[in-house]
């Protein structure tokens, strides 16, 4: 019986959070701004005019003769290494968050569930990585382990993991002692068991605004690392290295380092656009259960 | 008459009047002013001082102002000039002895006086297998006596034909001073001395009131300021922090030239005596290979690289310039394009598509190449890994042993003589990372036994033998020549630039 009013409510709940999400033009814009690079960084191979790596024309031209946005420094298509350059940003971007979800979630369930020498354990571990400036640790990772995309995954993945596990970590305080976990208990569940299927559940609205933001933060940390010449190598494209670049030629070229660094605003802002509609969305003192 | 006398006197002061300023300006633009402080952007700091294992370009030009070389480069003619420590040298008919001579009145920065016994010590701590940059450049040296208190006897073993011009890498030094203290606390007969080293800030110099050239230096003060990144150094240039820089983006030399407060120096074409250098593993695959590493020169676009660094870069496959008369004619010439026969040998050699990763050293410039590089490899088969480091890796992975490497790209500057133009790419701290000895130790020999030929068509003969010799083999690749550039504002004057990027400010003052 319980199921079925819960099951019910929390339907109804769901879909007036989604009509509330999707009322926020502000939301929607940032919906629609980063379903726009989504497809057309995805549909790169198609969309692309050049490969990114084909020194097509002369260097440093202005956009024109065939280069929607000009050529950069050895004659490459800006336009085309800007949407290639996307995938490895936004892949990087979601790599990294996954990696951050998939090593903090466990163990913010572990520690906020188990409590004692566990939560000792692992919050003191998370608190020595928050000690480290995010942008210092994964340089000096990607600077141990070598700059490739597997590496500069695994290093801002790292350094977002604290985030995630203090996050579920306090989720899973908040519902451990609710009726519905006691219940689920009662019926014999085990630990695992209410874990996964009754305590996460509820983990999910922070965890979905956080995944957002820190997407966005990943987006950027790359770009960062690539700026400073310690993400991705070249010729493969990346926006912070082309930012890096576009510097050097801004006088002659001033739309190549523009427009990586457009394209690096659109991201972050959309993916923080979504992220904060979500938390309006999510807020759960904007609904009650009947 | 009295009235046209009138006339032409008037006529006369008019002109005196009119022509004063004009030629009192080029009296006071021909005398040098004493005073001021100049202060230089470079691109690193440095490792060490010790000038005789010093490693980097930025290193040695601290140097410059600290200590002096025997002797130096005349700049236009690019022959052997006593402006270094030397007054004079003289070599017997034999070639076996050589009698090198100090300047009278060299001080060291403590005030001790300059010796022979130094310069003993400095001859024979250069000759040290410890002092990789002149080691194998002084193995004919047998010993050195001390003549008179500025006058030592050099007995060669045999004779040399480079030993004067290797004196332009042997810095004086005062006798006896430890490894230590010659890293870091510079004592040398230098035109500065070193007040301040703020470690990856920059040196602080004063000037040496105990310098041997009468006059000398001008400035009173001189600063290197270390900023690595090349955008940096050109904005700091534009907003007059600093006066004069060592390397700019060569993206931004129209820019340059525009300003009109800006002079920018450079060294085109055959002088440009540095080259942008592709290091092989001759023993480390793909390019243990012969034919791995001719289809590799052969695929290398120099013309390309050209028009992408904005024409300054001399499109040459070759170490010593077409236009030298040491230039051997009828070998093999890389400096053209040929993708065909570069996949021809790459088929002929087994390995259709030949991995192997690429060190450099990032720059702008730097960059640039080794893309262009990567494309025109990658175009003929073979799979490049390109792994942009820094200076310092660079060194530690490919110019020390166990040379774990198999490509690095880097630039080198050899000597303004054809002999060093071998010497420098194949030999030396380059020759060792190579390990070509272990592949054609002839040539090894054929280079030492080059030294000691006087007979000058001998000379010749031996160097275009071994230019076949590297022709044929491709030990490393010579990509192409370095343009160097700097610019300073109009009011530095008396600066020259150097070939070898090395900086001098002896001569420099400061005209505001």
Redesign the interface.
């Given at each position: 019986m319980s199921d079925v009013v819960w099951t019910g409510a929390a339907t109804a709940n769901w879909r007036r959070r989604l009509r509330r999400f999707l009322r926020d033009y502000v939301t929607v814009l940032g919906l629609v701004l980063f379903g726009a690079l989504l497809i057309v960084t995805t549909l790169a191979p198609v969309i692309a005019p050049f490969p990114y790596d084909r020194f097509a024309g002369p260097p440093l031209r202005p956009p024109g003769e065939g280069f929607l946005l000009g050529t950069d420094e050895v004659g490459r298509d800006l336009f085309s290494r800007i949407l290639y350059a996307g995938r490895i940003s936004l892949g990087v971007g979601f790599g990294a968050t996954a990696v951050a979800v998939g090593v903090g979630l466990p163990l913010g369930l572990v520690s906020g569930y188990f409590g004692g020498r566990y939560d000792s354990v692992i919050m003191r571990g998370m608190d020595g990585l928050l000690a480290f400036p995010a942008l210092l640790l994964a340089l000096t990772t990607v600077a141990v382990l070598g700059p490739s995309v597997r590496n500069i995954i695994m290093a801002i993945g790292l350094v977002s993991v604290p985030i995630f596990s203090r996050l579920v970590r306090a989720s899973v305080l908040a519902f451990k002692q609710r009726d519905f976990v006691e219940a689920a208990r009662a019926m014999g569940a085990g630990d695992l068991r209410v874990l996964t299927v009754t305590i996460l559940p509820n983990c999910l609205p922070p965890l979905t605004v956080q995944f957002t933001l820190t997407f966005a933060t990943a987006v950027l940390t790359e770009a960062g690392l690539s700026f400073l010449g310690l993400g991705i190598r070249p010729p493969t494209p990346s926006w912070g290295m082309m930012l890096n670049t576009g510097r050097n030629v801004m006088a002659l070229a001033p739309l190549y380092p523009v427009m990586a660094g457009a394209a690096v605003f659109l991201t972050v802002l959309s993916l923080n656009l979504i992220g904060d509609g979500l938390r309006d969305a999510l807020d759960p003192h904007q609904f009650t259960r009947t | 008459m009295w009235r046209s006398r009138q006339f032409l006197w008037g006529v006369a002061l008019l002109l005196v009047v009119a022509l004063a300023p004009a030629v009192s300006s080029v009296s006071a633009q021909a005398q040098p002013k004493r005073g001021g402080t100049l202060t230089v952007g470079i691109s690193a700091d440095a490792a060490t001082l010790n000038p005789f294992v010093f490693r980097f370009n930025v290193e040695r030009n601290v140097l410059h102002a600290t200590h002096e070389t025997l002797v130096n480069y005349n700049l236009q003619t690019f022959e052997l000039a006593n402006s270094g420590a030397l007054e004079s040298w003289q070599v017997s008919r034999d070639g076996l002895t050589y009698t090198l001579r100090l300047w009278a009145n060299l001080k060291f920065h403590d005030g001790s006086p300059a010796t022979a016994d130094d310069l003993k010590w400095s001859l024979e701590k250069a000759a040290q297998p410890t002092s990789g940059r002149t080691f194998a450049l002084l193995t004919l040296m047998d010993r050195v006596e001390v003549a008179d208190p500025r006058t030592v006897r050099v007995i060669m073993k045999s004779p040399d034909g480079i030993f004067t011009d290797t004196l332009v890498d042997v810095w004086l030094a005062k006798k006896d001073t430890s490894d230590a203290d010659l890293a870091t606390k510079p004592n040398g007969t230098g035109p500065f001395k070193l007040v301040r080293w703020d470690r990856a800030q920059g040196f602080t110099l004063e000037r040496n009131s105990d310098y041997h050239v009468a006059g000398k230096p001008y400035l009173e003060r001189l600063v290197l300021r270390i900023i690595p990144d090349?955008?940096v150094r050109q904005i700091q240039l534009f907003n007059g922090q600093i006066d004069l820089i060592d390397v700019f983006?060569v993206?931004?030399v129209?820019?340059f030239k525009l300003n009109r407060d800006l002079q920018v120096y450079e060294v085109r074409g055959d002088k440009a005596m540095a080259l942008v250098y592709f290091c092989l593993s001759n023993v480390n695959p793909p390019f243990n290979d012969k034919r791995v590493r001719q289809a590799a020169s052969l695929a290398i676009d120099r013309a390309?690289i050209k028009?992408?660094l904005f024409g300054l870069h001399d499109a040459r496959g070759t170490a010593i310039p077409r236009t030298s008369p040491f230039y051997a004619t009828g070998v093999a010439d890389y400096s053209r394009r040929n993708a065909a026969r570069a996949r021809q040998l790459l088929a002929e050699a087994g390995t259709p598509n030949p991995e192997f990763e690429l060190v450099y050293h990032?720059g702008?410039a730097e960059?640039?190449i080794?893309?262009?590089v990567?494309?025109s490899l990658?175009d003929v088969g073979f799979r490049v890994?390109?792994?942009?480091i820094e200076i310092g890796q660079y060194v530690a992975q490919v110019l020390t042993p166990p040379f774990r490497f198999q490509g690095g790209l880097t630039w080198i500057v050899p000597k303004p003589n054809p002999y060093d133009q071998l010497n420098h790419p194949y030999g030396k701290l380059n020759g060792q990372a190579l390990q070509y000895a272990r592949v054609n130790q002839g040539f090894y020999d054929k280079l030492q036994a080059a030294r000691g030929l006087a007979n000058p068509d001998q000379f010749k003969a031996a160097l275009q033998d071994l230019q076949k010799m590297i022709a044929e083999d491709q030990p490393a690749i010579i990509v192409g020549g370095k343009v160097f550039l700097h610019a300073s504002y109009k009011y530095v004057k008396g600066f020259t630039i150097h070939p070898q990027q090395r900086l001098f400010f002896t001569d420099v003052w400061l005209d505001k």
């Open positions: - | 090349d955008t983006p993206a931004s129209a820019q390309k028009t992408l990032s702008f960059d640039i080794a893309q262009a990567e494309q990658r890994n390109l792994r942009p």
